[in-house]
């Protein structure tokens, strides 16, 4: 069966990044090269300003793409910037950033949140989708590649259903799951629909989405940032710490810090020439 090393970067990798390691060496694109490993890594290995991941050669192509939204396929907690809309945005992103380190309970954690938007316009939802938020470099290509070789794709976030519809729709994901942000007269009211789509709702997302699809948990792929994410990246058969908390980075079978998300399909053996931009 063996092992595959996966060297990736955004700013390129180069030929010798994997000089010395006992394998057949190919490149996939500009910013990854795979390694079919002879022997295990030396103790240690690193290449400076690439990320270096080993993944089972069996099984590598999966069969779902299953992503986190805020600060994994888009650069924004959407959370904070509808806070700084309000006026309230360090107090909110605080609570953003301990939930993320798994330090506070992610339900009560949102609660808090949101509720200091109560009385936010509706309207500002649309301003800060069309001011505020962007594609990830590589999560088009990503989504879009994944789904023409027949996989399937969800957009799965603890955030909310405004932005996932948007999102999902741009990037390319058939389906998006999230929380509904409740709105009375115009104005947010401060308050989620239950349920609230959380960390145990990832991983039953994932968990009902192969089964409907006759697949295992092992034929997908999961990347996420935060704790929230941390059943769902455990579960599927390759996980995904994206430029990631340290409580999500520990627990993942794959670590991205230097990488865009073009990584995903090198980690799965995809090359560039089947890339859909």
């Known amino acids: 069966m063996g092992e595959v090393l996966v060297l990736t970067a955004a700013a390129g990798v180069p030929d010798a990044a994997a000089a010395g390691v006992a394998g057949r060496a ?17 103790a240690g290995f690193a290449v400076p300003g690439v990320d270096a991941n080993v993944v089972p050669a069996e099984r590598r192509r999966k069969r779902l ?7 994994t396929i888009i650069g924004v907690e959407c959370i ?6 309000a006026g309230v945005k360090a107090e909110v992103a605080a609570i953003t950033e301990r939930a993320m380190r798994g330090e506070l309970d992610f339900e009560a954690a949102l609660d808090a949140r949101v ?3 109560a009385g936010l ?6 301003e800060c989708y ?8 590589g999560a088009r290509t990503l989504v879009r590649t994944m789904a023409a070789l027949g996989a399937e794709t969800a957009l799965i976030s603890g955030g909310f259903s405004y932005f996932t519809g948007r999102v999902a729709a741009d990037a390319g994901f058939a389906r998006n799951q999230a929380n509904t942000l ?4 115009g104005r947010l009211t401060g308050r989620v629909a239950r349920p609230i789509l959380g960390r145990a709702a990832k991983l039953a997302a994932l968990e009902a989405i192969t089964a409907e699809r006759g697949i295992g948990v092992a034929d997908a792929i999961a ?6 994410d941390l059943d769902m990246v455990r579960a599927a058969g390759i996980g995904v710490a994206y430029h990631a908390k340290p409580a999500l980075a520990a627990e993942a079978d794959a670590r991205l810090e230097h990488s865009d998300l073009t990584a995903l399909l090198a980690l799965q053996g995809i090359a560039a020439d089947a890339w859909v931009d």
Not at 121 to 126: A, I
Not at 223 to 228: F, K, L, T
């Open 26 to 42: 190919t490149r996939l694109a500009p910013g990854a090269i795979e390694v079919a490993l002879d022997r295990p890594l030396p």
């Open 121 to 126: 316009p509706e309207s500002v939802l649309g």
């Open 182 to 185: 409740l709105v009375e007269g």
């Open 65 to 71: 793409l299953i992503a986190d939204m805020d600060s």
């Open 80 to 85: 904070d910037e509808l806070a700084d809309f």
């Open 115 to 117: 509720a200091l938007l």
């Open 223 to 228: 990347v996420g940032d935060g704790a929230n």
């Open 130 to 137: 069309a001011e505020r938020v962007r594609l990830n470099p």
